[in-house]
């Protein structure tokens, strides 16, 4: 019988590489290694996820109880906007990205993705975005109008000091590294195929990372859009957004919500990808109805861009509009509901295991389809008149994101730590960080929907004794308290199982998918020699089924692999310099001369980049 | 499952919703709830009671508190409409939930590896027929859902017959109050802040707008809520049809004390004057007539010195500047800066956009130093002595 070991016996491949690796920090700096550059964004992930968690812990406090003066104002909106903000874009994201990097070129059977300096341009990008994203606090000020930064609230005179220029400046940074993360993975994934991998073998978390990939690249134009208008209006005394001079506020919620429903999309499909990658390996079954899955992905990223106007009931939009965009939102239930029930019918007459990554996506299912099913009430227009902006909806939006997203990358980080670092993750502890994750999110959340309908709205600082929120809001901060508790369990975890764990070896888990037929940790060029598929779940017909194994060449292959690169650092830190010189335009004289060196840089580095042998 | 029952029976809260978190009941596919327990994972029991217990919890709203502002108790038809789809969705939500979590928490327990089995179950593919059902059943569903919703949308927004009484009120948002100019009617040119006063059982359009960034008016009782844009001009349509006071606040944010943005929406009763419970004390309101025939009347002239004095300060302090007191300060410009009209400011609920009871104290507080209170506030800190303060309050109480 065929097994893993047979991988062990290929020859490793002879290079030729332009210029040798450099090593130790240097190494980090220039690498173009797709799955250094998904650690990193791992790294930068997890801890943005420690920062967006204990900016929630301070505000729950100031709401645990009624009339308190922990945060208020400004300072509380601030934590508010700063806690969203950095949730979505700086610490989901890149621990989507970071997956995404590490591995669709595995999972596609690719040496790397198309375009690796591109790719270490992203990560650049990303990094200074999320670095001026968070600067202001060095001016004792947060950007303070919700992550939604509804104009004019971010205009120059209701925010008048800096904390919303960083805010602009370092989204539009992190809209940049995404539009050209969209475009390398689309493209990665689509030509970089292994032999034999047809579109419909390709694994469905690399097909839910194709389609958000696609989201990316389509959906961040209008929000660059959006915030250049809003960098004009600040410091340029253009008047966009500005009622009283021609200009109209409402145009940045249609850009900013033609890009955020999309957004939302790209937050949850890559968690149903890895569950649907999880429940088949440890129930030793194929995952039920492959390509109802896969379209069904497809699906809601198409319809995900005809639905923005549902997050605008409440704006006056009319009711034709409200009428079409309520019947477009309630379309994105059925193929959700497709998704949950194929995961049912893989679970259905398997033979279940339980390990850590298991329970998280098994728990996934049913915290998911709670946010979904709350997600059919604000459809309905009528009915999100009351929900709209209230306590409901954040709790409808954190049971998709917390329960659905954070619970699935979860899933996907105790699942592929092994493969990343070569060793295993406690079960022990995971078991706890399941528990007390689990329970602390249903004890904040769930009451959240009770608050919702008593009218409670959302981003308040304060509310009165007598309204009848005291026992949910502090049930809600208790839970809290238990989440906390379980990130503690998972740092610790990380950190004691990166020295400690058990070795893993290549295929800790009997899995499926062509990333574990190779070492653990992979080799730089991933692959000993290219593979060739011909199934959906090579590797699992590798070991079970006769005539379809793996061909293990007895020659060494020739490969080229590309060669590390400073010039993404040099365009990274030119477009650093224009966002920089704009931002503090109104404050800093004769600024704007940064900007114009950062954009000589770029283009003198773009130049480099170009004529760089790789 | 025994826990479930009396957490729900010993809920005060919505009494309709109670019942609805009974889906797991003897219909459905759920086994006996003993073979259940019995054979349930060990550790997916506390999931199963956690889950019942937050079902009821957050669902029936049985956290013993009563709910002022509960949003599924509507006193217009415009919120009945809202009340009505949630009901109906919340119980198909329940059913839906209760099926997925029935196959789900079955496979867990019926599918689970046994100690030893080292054999592959069927490799099947998956079923084409129950692809086509689980697309085909939501998607009757969602229209079904859909057809009956589009029709409420076009029915909120539409336009009370002009046959009728049809009371007009411009709603303005500012940060950090709501400012109400009637603009027709009897109460034609009147100006309040904070407190919205109508008659029950008449139409009433408000026209939404926004000094200055986006607000949203939100009285949950009454209805949805919908946003105040600067530049914008939205109507909406509501019949109130229970004479009481109702409390509700601004649902955008809209700055630093966004928080603290608060609105009543006084329902007059329309000949007689009514007693009507507002947070656990009896109020009587007049009638809506009456309530219009005071407040076109000019302000209260005072009617002792202290008052006299209160006056004299009111006027020396700059307040008329932005503050109209019909009938003595009359110079104040209508802006967007400007702020409330005080003609009458002594007969209201609250002070400080419902943020303070309005008494002499609460209001010396909140003259003396009003960033104190709301954090940002536009009206400026004139660095009164407790003694001006306490004067102006006087003054300002007096006007009934």
Redesign the interface.
Known sequence: MASVADFAQAQQPVYHMERPAKTGLVDWLTTVDHKKIGILYGTAGLIYLLIGGLEALLFRLQLMKPDQNLFVGDTYNGLVTMHATTMVFLAVMPLIAAFSNYFVPLLIGARDVAFPRLNAFSWYTFLFGSLILNASILFAEFPAAGWTGYAPLTSRGAHPGMAIDFWWAGLTLLAVSSMVAGVNFVVTILNLRAPGMTLMRVPVLAWMMLVIQFLLAFSFPPVAVGLILLAFDRSFGTVFYQVNMGGDPQLWQHLFWLFGHPEVYVLILPSMGIVSEILPVFSRRPLFGQHAVIFSGIFIGFVGFGVWGHHMFTAGMGPIADAVFAATTAVIAIPTGVKIFNWLGTLWGGKLTFPVPMMFAISFIPMFTIGGLSGVMHANAPLDLQQHDSYFVVAHFHYVLVGGALQGLFAGLYFYFPKITGRMMSETLGKVHFWLFLIGSNLTFWPMHDLGNRGMPRRIYTYPADAGWNDDNYIATIGVFFMTAGILALVYNLLTSLKNGKVAGRDPWDANTLEWITESPPRVHNFDFTPVVFSERPLFDHKHTEGLEIPVPSQPEQIHMPSYSWKPLWVSTGALMVVLGLLMFTVVPFIWLLSLAGGVVIIGSVYAWVSEPV | MPQKAPVVSACHG?SSLSGSSDQRGPSSPLPPAKQIGASL?P?LR??VV??LI?VA???A????????????TPISSS?D???F??QM??Y??IA??AV??A??AY??VK???REG?D?????????MK??VI??AI??L??VG??VP??A???Q??KRPDANQRIIEVDVTGK?WWWEFDYKNDTANGLQTATELHVPVNTAIVLN?TSA???H?W?I??L?????A????N?PVYVTPREVGIF??????????????MGTKLVVHPLAKDAEVDY?GKKVTLESYETWVQHNQADAAKPASAEIEKGAKLFSERTCPTCHIIKGQFDTAIRAPTSGPNLSHVGSRLAIAANTLVNNPENLAKWIAKPSAIK??SKMPDLNLTPDEAKAIATYLYSLK
């Open positions: 919505n994972l550790w506390p999931l956690l889950g937050a919890q957050g669902l709203g049985c956290s013993g508190e009563v709910a002022p502002r509960n949003t599924h919120g409409i809202s009340t789809f949630y969705l919340l198909l939500d839906v939930m997925v979590a196959i789900w496979a867990l599918f689970r590896r089995d054999t592959l179950p069927p490799q099947n593919h998956g079923n129950l692809e689980w697309t939501p998607t569903i969602v859902i859909t919703m589009l409420g949308v076009f909120m927004s940060q939404m200055d960034v986006i949203a939100w949950p009782r209805a949805g809520k919908r946003d844009t600067p530049g914008r939205y409390d509700g606040q601004c649902a955008e944010l809209c700055g630093a004390s966004h928080a603290l947070q954090p940002g």
